[in-house]
């Protein structure tokens, strides 16, 4: 009789151990509006027994089913109250089922243009992209788009489900006319791994069980690619990489230093760096919630304690002493725009990257992508969804690696400074480092910075500098100071009552070595100061009263406003 549960004993040990060594893998649907992409999750849902009664119960009792059978299968991933009325996805809806040979959690996004950057959120941490394809309407804009995110993104494995094969009568002609479009997509994307498999995701067929419908295909249903798909997953870094997200002292015996492994392993006693400081030290011990780790390796979350007293707080990193990330302020990333306000040269940011968050400058779009012909084109501003090369420079440096080697630290987000809203991620491509000259003396090399060039602060602030005289109307240099400010000019008004001209004279070359526009507000001058002034400013002086400018005060503050766009040439 002992033995019984003894063996039953066993028994669990060993489902349980098997069950946590099962492969997980994650996905995400992406395509255009209406190709099914809920529907085919809740049927891979329904037809793997992943659902429970009392959910398939409320959804057959929902006043709301646009299908044409029973149960409408989009209402197990669409629970938002809009996403029933509307018929649409809006938010990201996270799944979870197994089968018995993975586990999976599945990224349903949404396929409404509007609503691309939900579709990047739940694309970002994906090991496969399912790219849905209406079988009537072929390959759309937004297939495009999704596909396009999706690889730069990185995601290794792309499923391309040729959905509604029951609307085209399940005819081969069609399937292999959307397979032969979507491989001319794919070799212009440099996707590696393309499976396609025709389906219907409201009739069931390839989806769980093999289709009758379609005799003539012989590939794998869309559940066997998913359980047989090799994950073929990223080589980890063996670089450290350590982004400090909160120092704990609860007392003053115990100094650590909390957050998550972005990749590499680390081990009690091995040497680290922390940046931006450059100290070094070596790791005393690794304590997690179960106690102290032998190593540390991503995901962890981990708080590591250091063998010396060294300053680190939020947003410092811990690296390999031998293997550092690139330090640059200067960089360039592709950038994929969420917000509906467009994005502007000269624009200034929040950029938050790892724990970091610093002030950012989009300097330069060097080319948007057209998601029709996957074309480089110029453009001046980013709109919405739209998909670009980007120069940045920010305030204090970044410590990155390409996005190509880590999707953590070669990747951020871009936030408003004011509302707080997040208007666009990136992915780091290259280190454009700010230029130095190198100089040696008793075998260290010292890095001595060149002088800062007009040409640089041209390129900070988006002008060159600019003197604009405004004589007897101190109500007008105010607006037009105001109107200079809203469009990021960096300006400056100084009053004639507090500088005078000749004082003006010699403060000059200390405004215009800063880039700054200066707006000089004072009584009527003398026609030799106005010369001296205009000597000095050369081409980039504005003297109010040659102008012809109109009576109406808000035309004119407009037209100045015009004429001082030169300082952007």
């Keep these: 009789m002992p033995e019984v549960p003894e063996q039953n004993s066993d028994t669990f040990e060993s489902f349980i151990s098997q069950n946590l060594e099962k492969e997980l893998l994650r996905f995400t649907t992406a395509g255009s509006v209406d190709d099914g992409k809920s529907t085919l999750i809740g049927r891979l849902l329904h037809d793997s027994k992943s659902v429970f009664e009392d959910q398939l119960a409320a959804v057959k009792k929902s006043r709301i089913n646009r299908s044409t059978g029973a149960v409408d299968f989009s209402l197990l991933t669409d629970g938002l109250r809009a996403e029933r009325e ?16 993975r586990k999976f959690i599945i990224a349903d996004t949404p396929g409404h243009e509007q609503y691309t950057r939900n579709m990047a959120t739940g694309a970002s941490t994906a090991n496969l992209a399912v790219i849905l394809i209406d079988a009537t309407k072929g390959v759309l804009a937004q297939t495009r788009r999704h596909t396009y995110i999706a690889s730069l993104l990185g995601i290794p494995n792309v499923l391309v489900a040729i959905n509604k094969m029951d609307l085209v009568e399940y005819r081969e002609e069609v399937f292999l006319r959307l397979q032969k479009d979507f491989d001319a997509l794919a070799r212009q994307l440099a996707v590696p791994y393309v499976v396609t498999i025709p389906i219907s995701a409201l009739a069931g067929d390839n989806v769980v069980e093999r289709s009758a419908h379609m005799p003539w295909y012989h590939g794998p249903t869309f559940l066997e690619h998913l359980e047989t798909v090799p994950l073929r997953l990223e080589t980890p870094s063996e670089a450290v990489r ?9 007392d003053q015996n115990f100094r650590g230093f909390a957050g998550q492994m972005a990749s590499g392993v680390i081990r009690p006693g091995d040497a680290v760096e922390s940046l931006p400081s450059g100290q070094k030290s070596r790791v005393r011990s690794i304590s997690t919630f179960d106690g102290d780790a032998p190593a540390a390796f991503p995901p962890m979350s981990v708080t590591v304690t250091l063998e010396d007293e060294i300053d680190l707080s939020r947003g410092d990193m811990l690296v390999s002493a031998k293997n550092p990330p690139r330090v640059s302020r200067h960089f360039e990333a592709m950038v994929v725009w969420f917000n509906s306000e467009p994005a502007e040269p000269g624009k200034s940011y929040l950029l938050k990257h790892t724990s970091r968050s610093v002030r950012a400058q989009a300097l330069k779009f060097r080319y948007r992508v057209n998601v029709n012909t996957l074309a480089q084109e110029s453009s001046d501003r980013l709109q919405m969804n739209d998909i670009a090369y980007v120069e940045f420079e920010t305030v204090s440096p970044l410590f990155f690696d390409p996005y190509t080697q880590n999707r953590i630290t070669g990747s951020f987000i871009l936030i408003d400074p004011l509302s707080n809203a997040t208007l666009g991620a990136g992915m780091i491509r ?3 480092a700010d230029q130095t000259g190198v100089v040696t003396i008793t075998d260290a090399a010292v890095a001595v910075p060149k002088p800062v060039t007009a040409e640089e602060r041209y390129k900070r602030h988006g002008h060159f500098p600019g003197l604009i005289l405004v004589e007897d109307n101190p109500e007008f240099a105010a607006r037009l100071e105001r109107a200079l400010f809203d ?11 507090a500088v005078s001209a000749s004082t003006l004279e010699n403060q000059y070359a200390a405004f215009e070595s800063a880039g700054l526009v200066v707006i000089y507000s004072c009584n ?27 009576d109406e005060e808000s035309d004119a503050v407009r037209k100045v406003l015009s004429l001082s766009q030169s300082l952007r040439k």
Excluded: C
């Design 86 to 101: 509307q018929g649409i996805t809006i938010d990201v809806a996270y799944r979870y089922f197994e089968t018995p040979r």
């Design 524 to 550: 009527a001058l003398a026609a030799e100061a106005k010369r001296k002034l205009g000597a000095l400013a050369e081409n980039h002086f504005f003297d109010i009263s040659t102008l012809q400018l109109p």
């Design 242 to 250: 350590f982004p400090v997200q909160y120092v704990i002292r609860p």
């Design 430 to 432: 290259a280190d454009l």
């Design 487 to 497: 469009d990021r000019f960096e300006v400056l008004r100084i009053s004639g009552d």
